[in-house]
């Protein structure tokens, strides 16, 4: 029979213990909403992050064994692979297992946490950390019920890395040699962009046995075998290459060839291209420019899409430590903490990497804080730690731990508990969605802007233009173009964009479709291009069936989608924004109706007041559902000389205050008024919250 020690019985209950904590907490969500039946659909919880349902049509594609060509699906990556695999093997529905994988996959963290500690000799550091860093803000923002996306093994596999080096470098027994050669494997089968985090903890890991530990020759084993790990080839050439290595590295007499091992690895890794993604991931974060220019051909620019993404952009700092730790106060002791750990335990020097990243949000966006957490956790929890210790008495220092680590702990609660996050999708989107399903063919067209295109793709199983990965400047302006041009040159577009995306695929080629148009059809100018929409043109031969996806819900958002064809791509000069108002906070003032601090409505002649100017609209139009949800329209023409419209969506509670541009453009003819040309289009499923038509041409 195995005999458990004491440490190992405590070590394991600890753990026990964390991830039960983490997982509970992570249930508050599914009691806030149990009964809120527009977050369901068949019966169950929806997920709440958009690029989870990139994750679930590979997984679902997977486990049908149907994928069409150029659709997309990731059915060939880690996270659908691993989802296919759960929901075949775990007696749950299909959706319970993408809803529920965050809450315990990311729950593993406290595991390595604990681990860590363990080799400080300090369990009860770890088991503080271990509750922190699970309910952390940003660590429990991108893993919580719902969130079904990498993150919620993006944290747990660089810590059990970091404990892999740190039991290596501790220890130094060959077998973590091997560990922490797996684990690096498997975290860029799991995340492949993981290169820049691998390649720092080498890094430091260098500097690190070359201040301390320069004649121990393990480290330099542990260096080349990281490094032949990393390498950019695929996983099943990099496995029995290190499984080697640990071969050859458990033969002491072979010891004194380590260092020329490590130059071999050092060679092959830059020989198989191992720093470019490094650089890449910099570059896209770090360096981003607000346009994008082609090399080649006309040299044309295009909005940069990472200006618009909030988690790309630098933060404040309550935001950055509140997201870190829960509240500023803690965010500053854990820095000290830290820094006193390091001091006491110099081994936690290789950290570093993760702090740094962390840190990187300052500049790079919310997205990173993720990565400081569980170090930082780390450093709050050895002060508590620490100061238990000097307590009189071993009931004023369990006391003094359960005190401050509630401390620490309600923040985040209080956060966890406030935090209520709507899923993607509300039900009745997703019935338009369902119902498209049968009336479209899998490789038929929706066109609709890249925040809804994973979700599409999963309940309509159809193609997109656009979407959550493939959203860069040049495939953006087509679909931007669409959605906020006149219904004429919007169809146009569509049916050219959507053949100029299959022939792309057909050839194997990559190029700027609004480019290859305007040469095509013989302009060397895009603004001319653009302009020739307007008149008679020859388009492609129709392929297949075009549909518009137009969600009411994109009213929060239209702005945005113009700014990418609000440009001229010829001189990347942006184009005079559209005039756009929307105001679902209004009140009756009287004779007004009070649409802003500073933006009225006269209720009879219907003249804006906008700040200190008097506008007189062209047209007040307003919007109602009759008893059989059919759209009506009540019009009254005020100024013809007028540029600005004034729309009332009574049945949404909103105001819309809209130049002629916008008035007339695609997405608010169709979607809002459902004024559309029948010569064009074809109204396929109409709903409040959203509505699909057909291109006819």
Known sequence: MIQIDKETKLTLLYILLAFSFSVALRLIWIYQF???????????????????????????????????????????????QLTAFFAKILPFSFESVILYMPVVLSSLIVIPMILIAKTLHNLSLGFIAALL????????????????????????????????????????????????????????????????????????????ALIFERKNIFNYKLLAIMLFAMMDVDALIRLPIV??????????????????????AVLSFFATGGFDPIWLRLKLYVFTDTLLVTQEGMGLHYYAVMQTVREAGAIPFSEFANRISGHPITFILSVVGYAYLVYKHKIMLLALPLVGLGFLASVGGLRFTIYAVPVLAFGVAFLITEVARIMPTAKLKYLSMIAFTLAILYPN?????????????????????????????????????????????YYAD?????????????????????LSSPQVQAAKMARLDVEYTEKNYEANRSFSYVEQMSSDYGFKDTNDFLLSLQ?????????????????????????????????DLMNGKEKKAPFYFISRNFRDVGSSI??????????????????????????????????????????????????????????????????DATYNSLY????????????????????????VYKLKI
Not at 157 to 180: D, G, Q
Not at 607 to 626: A, E, M, S
């Open 462 to 482: 159809v193609k997109t233009l656009i979407d959550g990965g493939k959203h860069d400047g040049d495939v953006n302006f087509p679909v931007s173009f669409i």
């Open 594 to 659: 009070q649409l802003s601090q500073e933006v009225f409505m006269d209720k009879t002649t219907f003249t804006l007041t906008l700040g200190k100017q008097k506008v007189t609209p062209k047209r007040f139009v307003k919007t109602f559902y009759d008893k059989d949800m059919q759209l009506k329209k009540e019009v009254k023409i005020v100024d013809m000389n007028s540029n600005i419209n004034i729309v009332y969506m009574s049945n949404y509670n909103t105001f819309l205050l809209l130049d």
């Open 133 to 208: 860093a699970s309910v952390a803000w940003s660590y429990y923002n991108r893993t919580m019920v719902g969130y079904y996306d990498t993150d919620m093994l993006n944290i747990v596999l660089p810590v059990f890395l970091l404990w892999s080096i740190i039991w290596a470098i501790n220890t130094k027994e060959e077998k973590y040699l091997l560990i922490t050669a797996i684990d690096i494997i498997i975290y860029r089968w799991w995340y492949p962009q993981s290169y820049s985090l691998e390649f720092s903890f080498f890094a430091l890991i260098l500097l690190y």
């Open 34 to 80: 149990g009964d809120y039946e527009a977050f369901k659909f068949n019966g169950q919880f929806m997920i709440n992050t958009n690029d989870g349902y990139f994750w679930a049509e590979g997984a679902r594609d997977i486990l049908s064994g149907i994928s069409q060509p150029n659709d997309l699906s990731p059915t060939t990556l880690a996270a659908s």
């Open 243 to 264: 499984v080697g290595l640990y071969i050859l590295f458990k033969q002491e007499k072979l010891d004194k060839y380590a260092l020329y091992l490590l130059g071999i």
């Open 413 to 457: 609660y209080k956060h966890i508990e406030e935090y209520k996050v709507p899923t993607v999708m509300n039900a009745d989107e997703v019935k338009v969605l369902d119902t498209l399903k049968s009336k479209a063919q899998r490789e038929d067209y929706v066109v609709a802007w890249w925040d809804y295109g994973y979700p599409i793709r």
């Open 535 to 567: 008149t008679q043109m020859e388009l492609p031969k129709k392929t297949r069936d075009v549909y518009f996806y137009l969600p009411f819900n994109m009213l929060n958002i239209y702005p945005t989608v113009t700014k990418f064809s609000y440009i």
């Open 668 to 691: 608010i003819q169709l979607m809002v008024l459902e004024e559309y040309d029948a010569n064009l289009f074809e109204q396929v499923i109409v709903n409040p919250h959203a509505k």
